[in-house]
């Protein structure tokens, strides 16, 4: 695939207050070269929005925790996909393993796919396995979420969401093993193992959109993404960025990440 690498900051439901938000914030604009170099996305929570957009705006997109139903009628407490457009936002993290916990299903998901690309917001789908088996089944496992979560997605569909003018794949997928998640460099794949995984995930999406097609489709691995293992994991396994959590909310390590994607 060309193109640069991606990196997107998950801040998750962090920091607790906008004042951190903003100390976060200063820290990734003394960084903004590295940030330039490559596609950095933040998505924080809605809250975080509008300080994102201004004092981000110039090294990284605004990226969504999850996409919102189109809902038609009056309703409170809700949010809709062209608010998200309003703020600029380029992409939405859809079907994170916290989400599907709480009851977000193959299908919810793939209904929130067709939203995000209607309004041309990127849709990173995030799956990914509880634990593994010795027989495998983790791997069919994660066939059929992908294939279920991209159901009634076409090739055509992808057009519309374009994150730059020269750049025309609308659709990410992030591999995020839950059993790596929020842990440390040591709990996360090995580079090894994770090279398995992409050109799995790859053949995966081939089947669904063909070659030509799925090697455009940027794979993002996440889960436990540190300074410690980013660059091997790069190096070594055939991904296109990552998707961070817990470290994207330190500045310093985070411009590390990116670094090691240069
Ligand atoms: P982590 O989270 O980097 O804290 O493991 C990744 C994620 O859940 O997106």
Partial sequence: MKGKPILVANWKNKPVSLEEAGDILVGLKRKAQVFKK????????FVYFE???EKAGGFARLASQGMPLVLSGVHTGAIIPEMLQSFGVRMAIIGHSEERELGE???LISQKVKVALKYAITPLVCIGEKERDHEGEYLEFLRKELKFSLEGI???????ATWDKKDEIGLMVAYEPIWAIGK????AMSPSDLAEMTVFIRRVLTDLFGRKTAEHIPILY????EPANARFLMKESGVNGFLVGHVSLDAKKFAEIAKALI
């Fill in 38 to 45: 490559i596609k950095t996305f933040i998505a924080p929570p």
């Fill in 51 to 53: 300080s994102v957009s």
């Fill in 105 to 107: 299903t193959n299908e």
């Fill in 154 to 160: 076409k090739r055509s569909h992808f057009a519309k």
């Fill in 184 to 187: 440390s460099a040591r709990n």
């Fill in 222 to 225: 996440g889960g436990s993404v």
